[in-house]
């Protein structure tokens, strides 16, 4: 069913436990995993007819490569040897590029952390996760955060079965709206 997982790392406790999720389903279908992060671009901001800020050589380079090694060592050996995981940092819009990425490699799902944000926060800071629910190519699986301790004894098995259940309910809200 699942062939290509991505998961969008942010580097928050949301995105690590969307990252054992992912993993835990990529094992369950025998899935390759992979990790991308999107970061800004350092001079959107400052970009406008009024202001001029002159590019920092290799500033652009240095973040990617920061965020690369943080994403490998998210990456543990069972994830490059049993789930050939493999790792992304790019700069961009993060819904977008998130979007623009899973349709370029044929990703068949996408487990990502949400922060569940709400009222004012939401509506000023937006939802990557929202926007990336709306327009993916491909099922969407959010993650608030990590279980809390009581829903640790929980079994790997006990969370894949509930993933397809989630996804069930997730597809049938969707036709009713």
Do not use: N, W
Request: charged content about 20%; hydrophobic content about 45%; aromatic content about 6%.
């Amino acid at each position: 069913m699942f062939k290509h997982i991505l998961v969008p790392i942010d580097f928050s406790a949301p995105s690590d436990a969307a990252l054992d999720y992912a993993r835990t389903v990529a094992r369950q279908f025998g899935a390759t995993l992979h990790l991308l992060h999107v970061t800004d671009d350092p001079y959107r901001a400052f970009y406008s007819a009024e202001v001029y800020v002159p590019e920092v050589e290799g500033l652009r380079e240095e973040i990617l490569s920061d965020s690369l090694a943080r994403l490998k060592g998210l990456l543990r050996t069972s994830d490059l040897s049993d789930l050939h995981a493999m790792a992304e940092a790019v700069i961009g819009t993060p819904a977008s590029a998130i979007i623009e990425y899973a349709g370029g490699r044929g990703v068949d799902l996408i487990v990502m952390g949400t922060h569940g944000r709400g009222g004012m926060s939401h509506l000023l800071l937006g939802s990557v996760a929202e926007r990336v629910v709306r327009t993916a190519p491909c099922p969407v699986l959010t993650v608030r955060s990590a279980p809390k301790p009581a829903e640790a004894s929980q079994t790997k098995a006990d969370v894949v079965e509930e993933v397809p259940a989630a996804m069930r309910a997730s597809s049938t809200v969707d036709k009713q709206c």
